[in-house]
């Protein structure tokens, strides 16, 4: 046994021991925080929000609100007028509602209707839609906005 005044510091392999645990525990770390950046499910979220938005909007303003997309399928606009009947000449644009997607996502397709879609007065869409979403990865995600006005994510 050595005396305690002789041992000080650390040994070889309690050093190599340290290193290897900080080692794994930065990968896990690493590995982890790659998920984190996911534009397809960050455009998903935020057209989610956006439609729900849209609808509390035309529910506090008695107004219907009709949603378009642009040429390039990033941005939403939305245009306002009292009910969805109204003809094309009367909707007024609503520039505070407006969504851009995460800029390497696209709607690429909408499935059970076509483009504007209209939500009533009333928070109620005229037809239940699903959007599409793809990042330049190939990746895909859908959100779909139902008859009664609500919203659902599907993976």
Do not use: H
């Amino acid at each position: 046994m050595t005396p305690a005044s002789r041992r000080q510091g650390f040994t070889l392999i309690e050093m190599l021991v340290t290193m290897a645990v900080i080692g794994i525990l930065f990968s896990i770390a690493a590995l982890s925080f790659q998920r984190l950046d996911n534009p397809v499910q960050d455009g998903v979220t935020e057209l989610s929000s956006f439609l729900k938005q849209t609808r509390a909007t035309a529910l506090s303003t008695t107004s219907a609100y009709r949603l378009a997309i642009s040429t390039d399928n990033t941005t939403l606009t939305a245009t306002t007028a009292p009910n969805c009947a109204t003809p094309n000449t009367s909707w007024t644009a609503d520039p505070a509602t407006k969504l851009t997607l995460p800029s390497t996502v696209v709607i690429s397709a909408i499935t059970g209707g076509t483009w504007p879609i209209c939500i009533t007065s009333r928070g109620f869409s005229t037809q239940d839609v699903i959007l599409t979403l793809t990042g330049s990865n190939t990746t895909t995600g859908k959100v779909e906005l139902l008859i009664g006005g609500g919203t659902k994510v599907n993976p």
